[in-house]
């Protein structure tokens, strides 16, 4: 499975050398969810308490099945 970068909107494999550039680059986060469905993905997963990026894919992807996992007991609606 491909890990896309909020930057270049691409994959990557130098895990270390993307991330510390994410750190400091502009993120092309509407980009990145435009090219999700190109890639074949129908669902997404948000991890952790918020809810705040499930929301975002939602209103750019609306055919995009979201959920959230904030604890373990949401772990039983995947």
Not at 14 to 21: C, E, N, P
């Amino acid at each position: 499975m491909p890990v896309l970068s909020a930057v270049t909107v691409g994959p990557y494999d130098d895990v270390a050398g993307t991330l510390s550039r994410q750190l400091t680059a502009p993120v092309r986060w509407r980009q990145l969810l435009e090219a999700l469905p190109e890639l074949g993905v129908e669902r997404v997963v948000e991890v952790g308490p918020g809810g705040v990026l499930a929301g975002l894919v939602k209103r750019t992807l609306p055919g995009v099945v979201v959920t959230t996992v904030a604890t373990p007991d949401d772990l039983a609606t995947l």
